[in-house]
T-cell receptor
Framework: GAVVSQHPSWVICKSGTSVKIECRSL??????MFWYRQFPKQSLMLMAT?????????EQGVEKDKFLINHASLTLSTLTVTSAHPEDSSFYIC????????????FGPGTRLLVL | RKEVEQDPGPFNVPEGATVAFNCTYS??????FFWYRQDCRKEPKLLMS???SGNEDGRFTAQLNRASQYISLLIRDSKLSDSATYLC???????????FGKGTTLSVSS
């Protein structure tokens, strides 16, 4: 089956630093990638939708200047958490939708971010 | 009203028990429905899609009632390995993001 990878799988950083998370589709071309965030005991919440070659669409309440998304190729999307603060500590998960298969989304293994 | 609502549980059942989870969704135009399973500190994994006619996959049976905007999952003969959080997931339109419920936690004990 299709595989989506995320890197890093976990990161600990100091408050104020920026963290970049990569999401790659390994064996298919992902026209659309989604970024979700999950706090403990909460559901996955969509942060933004990223289409290759265009600007990401952010959900209400998600600061686009704080969570920078780049989808420069059909196999890679990146999420950069700028000037991270402890309240940004969360589980960040990407999913990818392949061409010709709109009903199927493949999830990456997630990135656990802890901001001290 | 939340888009997808589930009873968070936890459901604590012995091995071999039958357990049912329910879910309601608010968007009547939703087109696709799924149950995902999420283990602790892992990404969600697709368990099964849910169809109006009902569908079964081994010990798992899913039902959809569009009129009531209600989805269910039945697990028969529970195994220890079934312990996880079960997420009810709705897709308004193919190609758009999935909308997740908060999840229902199941703990199966011996």
């Amino acid at each position: 089956g299709a595989v989506v990878s995320q890197h890093p799988s976990w990161v600990i950083c100091k408050s104020g630093t920026s963290v970049k998370i990569e999401c790659r589709s390994l064996d298919f071309q992902a026209t659309t990638m989604f970024w979700y965030r999950q706090f403990p005991k909460q559901s996955l919440m969509l942060m933004a939708t990223s289409n290759e070659g265009s600007k990401a669409t952010y959900e209400q309440g998600v600061e686009k200047d704080k969570f920078l998304i780049n989808h420069a190729s059909l196999t890679l999307s990146t999420l950069t958490v700028t000037s991270a603060h402890p309240e940004d500590s969360s589980f960040y998960i990407c999913s990818a939708r392949g061409e010709g298969r709109p009903e199927t989304q493949y999830f990456g293994p997630g990135t656990r971010l802890l901001v001290l | 009203r939340k888009e997808v609502e589930q009873d968070p549980g936890p459901f604590n059942v012995p091995e071999g028990a039958t357990v049912a989870f329910n879910c309601t969704y608010s968007n009547s135009a939703s087109q696709s429905f799924f149950w995902y399973r999420q283990d602790c500190r892992k990404e969600p994994k697709l368990l099964m899609s849910v169809y109006s006619s009902g569908n079964e996959d081994g010990r798992f049976t899913a039902q959809l009632n569009r009129a009531s905007q209600y989805i269910s999952l039945l697990i028969r003969d529970s195994k220890l390995s079934d312990s996880a959080t079960y997420l009810c997931v709705v897709n308004a339109q193919a190609g758009t993001a999935l909308i997740f419920g908060k999840g229902t936690t199941l703990s199966v004990s011996s």
